[in-house]
């Protein structure tokens, strides 16, 4: 991910260790002829550490060469292994009978603000709380007084009730107007979880004081929705930490909501993706000394293990790459010691006839040590590097999830160009030209804008398999931040069925898009004097070239779009990722699947 770097830092850090280290200097004198995108033998062959999952890889993918294939698993630096814990496993069920008789641990009740006037008597003039109210013998309005509950967003109050078929009732506050969106309803699945862990409870009932305030067309939507935000509040990753929370919740009834086979199939397409997203935020938080590019390839390959009737792997190593002439994506790995892998899943449905060809394609850099313009000083956030791979874990969240969802009538392309951006002697420098495998020349003037290399030949590898269209997805600039701050994702496409495409996806998952111009008069910053390109320009548009940059390795009679997720992968207040754009990418390719 680009931002600000200082190459003096990156200098002085390598004087310092070729001074200490006289067999290192021995090393990169014996290199000294190599190519800068070359890997040593010794690299290519360098062991591969113990897997990031829960379960052993128990069926070896289709390789086109695998450097992990012949070589014994090595432990993680630091002797750290992820805890085996079982995400949430929640069974969900739609009902319309009559709430007030559900015995269980909580019912949840959520009420907006209007739904707190009271009459002239005092009573609730809302029905379904007036009916609760009276079979609690005035509990329920005497606590939201007491408590000063409002029914604004955020708020909650929960009693305990003796003697009652439910043992705490709960009231959760919406805010002015009913959940008519997909957030709102996750919102309110959030907070259920949120009550429900607070009270231990193993079964829980959600109830809409006013259901008829959600709109017609997203009433089927929103005990998905609701379910999938329960689910993902619930969640909370301990896999590094020594004590793990344990989750109590498994079943929730939802009322009010419609119920039959539509909303039955919504709901279990609710935790279908929910492991999806959760598998995506999984990755990101593993850190880069458990998760390298070789773990992450165990990782994609498990997928096509577990869903081996629609999905297979490729994964291809060093020398495969070169063949494919792949000189972009190879020098940003050249330093490290940890060998990239090129990632190739492909989804096929049962029974063939498919329809339509989509590539998705991510960013998948397990570490962003910004290269020789090393990330210094504050803000650069060097120790979420991490997170670099985030375009990578919503591929393979998305990836999971259609595994188990298993549309019909498309083909998917899952294909991540994953390596290390690190700093040694064989490593890519300033000023130095890489050729990407479509021919094209790229003078790097910032090694720290090293994403938008991978993602070229990616890009490149894509178009070859013949697809109609190509999403990209990177944490690729400081600049989209900037521009839309934390929480929304910037998209460009010179496509505007694509854009639409994506658009109305995006409605149904919730999450945050942006459309952003792609200006070709920006090109002229990225002109070399003597390669094709320079891989950055100005600090003004920075988000704009770097898609403009992109843009050179897509073939034109193929729809593409290029989203830059950098603000929106990473949750600053509880310090974890978010699994953004697993939601949008399942209902992208579903949508296609359908048309």
Same mark, same amino acid.
């Given at each position: 991910?680009?931002?600000?770097?200082?190459?003096?830092?990156?200098?002085?850090l390598?004087?310092?260790?070729?001074?200490?280290?006289?067999?290192?200097l021995?090393?990169? %004198?014996s290199l000294s &002829?190599?190519?800068p995108?070359?890997?040593?033998?010794?690299?290519?062959s360098?062991?591969?550490?113990?897997?990031?999952?829960r379960?052993q890889l %128990?069926?070896?993918?289709r390789?086109g060469?695998s450097?992990?294939?012949?070589?014994?698993?090595?432990?993680?630096?630091?002797?750290t292994?992820?805890?085996?814990?079982?995400?949430p496993?929640?069974?969900?069920?739609?009902?319309d009978?009559? *709430?007030?008789?559900w015995? /269980?641990?909580i019912?949840a009740v959520?009420?907006t603000?209007?739904?707190?006037s009271?009459?002239?008597?005092s009573? $609730?003039?809302?029905?379904v709380l007036?009916?609760l109210?009276?079979?609690?013998?005035?509990l329920l309005?005497?606590?939201?007084?007491?408590e000063? *509950?409002?029914?604004?967003?955020?708020q909650?109050?929960v009693?305990r009730?003796?003697?009652?078929?439910?043992?705490r009732?709960?009231?959760?506050?919406?805010?002015q107007n009913?959940?008519?969106?997909?957030a709102?309803?996750?919102?309110?699945?959030?907070?259920?979880?949120?009550?429900?862990?607070a009270? @231990?409870?193993?079964s829980?009932? !959600?109830?809409?004081?006013?259901? /008829?305030?959600i709109?017609e067309e $997203?009433?089927?939507?929103?005990?998905a929705?609701?379910a999938?935000?329960?689910?993902?509040?619930?969640y909370?990753?301990?896999?590094?930490k020594?004590?793990a929370?344990?989750?109590?919740?498994? @079943?929730?009834d939802?009322?009010g909501?419609g119920s039959?086979?539509e909303v039955d199939k919504k709901?279990?397409y609710?935790?279908?993706?929910?492991?999806?997203v959760?598998?995506g935020r999984?990755?990101?938080?593993?850190?880069?000394n458990v998760l390298?590019?070789?773990v992450?390839?165990?990782?994609?390959?498990?997928?096509?293990?577990?869903?081996s009737?629609?999905?297979?792997?490729?994964?291809l190593?060093?020398e495969?790459?070169?063949?494919l002439?792949?000189?972009?994506?190879?020098a940003?790995a050249?330093?490290?010691?940890?060998?990239?892998? *090129?990632?190739h899943?492909?989804y096929?449905?049962?029974g063939?006839n498919v329809k339509?060809k989509l590539?998705?394609?991510?960013?998948?850099?397990? *570490?962003?040590?910004?290269?020789?313009?090393?990330?210094?000083?504050?803000? &650069?956030s060097? =120790?979420?590097m991490?997170?670099?791979?985030?375009?990578?874990?919503a591929?393979?969240?998305a990836?999971k999830?259609l595994?188990?969802?298993?549309?019909?009538?498309v083909?998917?392309?899952f294909i991540?160009?994953? &390596? =290390?951006n690190m700093?040694?002697?064989?490593?890519?420098r300033?000023?130095?030209i890489v050729?990407?495998?479509?021919?094209?020349?790229?003078?790097?003037?910032n090694?720290?804008?090293?994403?938008?290399?991978?993602l070229?030949?990616?890009?490149?590898?894509? &178009?070859?398999?013949?697809?109609?269209?190509i999403i990209?997805?990177?944490?690729?600039?400081?600049a989209?931040v900037v521009?839309?701050?934390p929480?929304?994702a910037? !998209?460009?496409?010179?496509?505007?069925?694509l854009?639409k495409?994506v658009t109305?996806?995006?409605?149904?998952?919730g999450e945050?898009?942006?459309r952003?111009?792609?200006?070709?008069?920006?090109?002229?910053?990225?002109?070399? %004097?003597?390669?094709?390109?320079?891989?950055?320009?100005?600090?003004?548009?920075?988000?704009?070239t770097?898609?403009?940059?992109?843009?050179q390795?897509?073939?034109e009679?193929?729809?593409?779009m290029?989203?830059?997720?950098?603000?929106?992968?990473?949750?600053d207040?509880?310090?974890?990722?978010?699994?953004?754009?697993?939601?949008?990418?399942?209902?992208w390719?579903?949508k296609?699947?359908?048309?």
């Amino acid at each position: 991910m680009a931002t600000a770097a200082s190459t003096s830092a990156a200098t002085v850090l390598a004087s310092r260790l070729l001074r200490r280290s006289p067999r290192l200097l021995r090393r990169l %004198g014996s290199l000294s &002829c190599a190519p800068p995108a070359a890997l040593s033998a010794r690299q290519s062959s360098s062991r591969c550490p113990a897997p990031l999952g829960r379960q052993q890889l %128990g069926h070896r993918a289709r390789m086109g060469h695998s450097t992990a294939a012949s070589a014994a698993p090595a432990p993680a630096l630091g002797l750290t292994k992820p805890n085996a814990v079982e995400p949430p496993q929640v069974t969900f069920s739609a009902k319309d009978v009559e *709430f007030s008789e559900w015995k /269980g641990d909580i019912l949840a009740v959520a009420v907006t603000e209007k739904d707190l006037s009271k009459d002239a008597d005092s009573k $609730f003039e809302n029905a379904v709380l007036k009916k609760l109210d009276g079979q609690l013998g005035g509990l329920l309005s005497e606590a939201a007084a007491e408590e000063d *509950f409002t029914g604004k967003a955020g708020q909650s109050v929960v009693l305990r009730l003796p003697g009652q078929g439910f043992k705490r009732v709960g009231l959760i506050g919406l805010g002015q107007n009913a959940p008519s969106t997909a957030a709102a309803c996750r919102g309110l699945g959030e907070s259920v979880a949120s009550v429900a862990k607070a009270a @231990q409870a193993t079964s829980a009932a !959600i109830v809409l004081a006013s259901p /008829g305030g959600i709109q017609e067309e $997203f009433k089927l939507n929103a005990p998905a929705a609701i379910a999938s935000g329960t689910v993902l509040g619930l969640y909370e990753d301990s896999r590094y930490k020594s004590e793990a929370k344990k989750v109590h919740l498994k @079943q929730v009834d939802l009322f009010g909501l419609g119920s039959g086979p539509e909303v039955d199939k919504k709901l279990k397409y609710a935790n279908d993706l929910s492991s999806g997203v959760i598998f995506g935020r999984e990755l990101v938080n593993s850190p880069a000394n458990v998760l390298t590019p070789a773990v992450l390839a165990e990782e994609a390959s498990k997928i096509a293990s577990t869903y081996s009737d629609v999905f297979t792997a490729t994964i291809l190593d060093v020398e495969k790459c070169k063949e494919l002439k792949m000189g972009s994506y190879l020098a940003v790995a050249a330093a490290s010691a940890n060998p990239p892998h *090129f990632i190739h899943l492909c989804y096929k449905p049962t029974g063939g006839n498919v329809k339509r060809k989509l590539a998705i394609v991510g960013k998948g850099l397990t *570490f962003d040590s910004g290269g020789y313009n090393i990330k210094t000083g504050p803000g &650069c956030s060097i =120790e979420l590097m991490k997170f670099d791979m985030g375009g990578s874990a919503a591929v393979f969240g998305a990836a999971k999830a259609l595994g188990q969802i298993k549309p019909p009538g498309v083909e998917v392309h899952f294909i991540v160009a994953a &390596c =290390e951006n690190m700093i040694s002697g064989t490593g890519m420098r300033p000023g130095d030209i890489v050729t990407a495998s479509n021919g094209k020349t790229i003078e790097v003037n910032n090694t720290d804008a090293e994403g938008r290399l991978t993602l070229a030949d990616a890009l490149v590898y894509a &178009c070859n398999q013949g697809v109609e269209k190509i999403i990209d997805l990177a944490t690729l600039t400081g600049a989209c931040v900037v521009a839309l701050g934390p929480s929304i994702a910037g !998209i460009f496409t010179p496509s505007d069925e694509l854009a639409k495409e994506v658009t109305a996806a995006s409605e149904i998952s919730g999450e945050k898009f942006w459309r952003l111009p792609l200006e070709e008069s920006y090109w002229e910053s990225m002109k070399s %004097g003597v390669a094709d390109m320079v891989n950055t320009g100005g600090r003004q548009g920075g988000s704009i070239t770097a898609a403009l940059f992109l843009k050179q390795y897509v073939d034109e009679k193929v729809q593409w779009m290029h989203i830059d997720m950098a603000g929106p992968v990473w949750n600053d207040k509880k310090r974890a990722a978010t699994g953004f754009g697993v939601s949008t990418l399942v209902e992208w390719v579903l949508k296609n699947s359908s048309s």
